[in-house]
């Protein structure tokens, strides 16, 4: 009975949909949540749900996608489609911040470097204005905000704090063991959601994190296409059948029975998402 949390079936180009939902059912996968990134893709993820059973959705607007959009007319788009699908979609998704991918562009690198500190700011500025919204439309109708966060978990949570964001997950988990403890404390309900990237070697912080966190705080999470967990990791595309793997390290790490882990992931991913 596994559950991944965080996919994007309609990204993945070696399988169609209805092989992929097959190889996710023979892993032991029950149910799994495709999310959109913007609203082309939330519209797509919307469809998948509506016509599988095993597929729920969340909708939301990434980080790195905001640029050109206006904010009121993307908040109110987001609240028509999350009323109109309110049976499958299960999360405001994936929203947060992103300080990593933010001066990677030619239009950055292109500017005088007296205003590439000025676009910083207005970009970051910009990222934590839809953050914010996109927080208050999920504490609306009583959502999970699903938390993207590259290099800015410091201002991640002074968000969710300064918005009293209760309800969150950390989609795709790359902080370390301090950084889990302290969302823990403040939203002692919150979910640390485990991907592909537990099973690499070299990630000793987020193996530490799923070692010592409570197992009631742990879900896990494919991202396909993104992130094949170890033993095919840059042998083919990532698929939610794959989500067994990261099972099986969170398993290799902790101290409780499997049966007990299995058990309690599944019920932390129904009660966070209301599945
Ligand atoms: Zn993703």
Redesign the pocket.
Same mark, same amino acid.
């Given at each position: 009975m596994l559950i991944d949390t /965080?996919c /994007?079936p309609y990204m993945c180009k070696h399988t169609d949909i209805p092989t992929y939902i097959g190889n996710f059912k023979s892993a032991g996968g029950t149910q799994m949540i495709s999310?959109g990134?913007d609203i082309e893709t939330s519209k797509q993820s919307i469809e998948l749900a509506t016509t599988h059973p095993e597929i729920y959705t969340s909708i939301g607007i990434h980080p790195s996608d905001i640029w050109g959009l206006d904010l009121e007319t993307t908040m109110k788009e987001l609240e028509r489609l999350y009323l109109a699908n309110t049976e499958k979609v299960v999360a405001i998704w994936?929203t947060g911040l992103d300080y990593y991918w933010i001066d990677q562009d030619e239009e950055y690198k292109k500017a005088p470097p007296e205003y590439q500190e000025k676009i910083l700011v207005l970009r970051k500025e910009l990222q934590r204005l839809f953050f914010i919204a996109q927080i208050r439309l999920a504490q609306t109708y009583n959502l999970p905000v699903v938390i993207h966060n590259r290099d800015a978990g410091t201002d991640t949570l002074e968000i969710l704090k300064e918005t009293n964001c209760q309800k969150f997950i950390l /989609?795709?988990f790359s902080e370390d063991l301090e950084f889990a403890k302290a969302c823990i404390d403040f939203a002692p309900e919150c979910m640390v959601s485990f991907s592909g990237i537990v099973t690499f070697q070299n990630a000793k912080d987020i193996q530490e994190t799923a070692q010592h966190i409570p197992l009631k705080n742990i879900i896990i999470e494919t991202?396909a296409p993104?992130l094949t967990p170890v033993p095919y990791r840059g042998k083919r595309e990532n698929e939610s059948a794959l989500v067994a793997h990261v099972f099986e390290k969170i398993c290799e790490l902790r101290s409780e029975s499997r049966d007990e882990i299995e058990k309690q992931i599944y019920e932390n991913s129904r009660k966070i998402f209301r599945l």
């Open positions: /965080h /994007h999310i990134i994936e /989609h795709c991202d993104y």
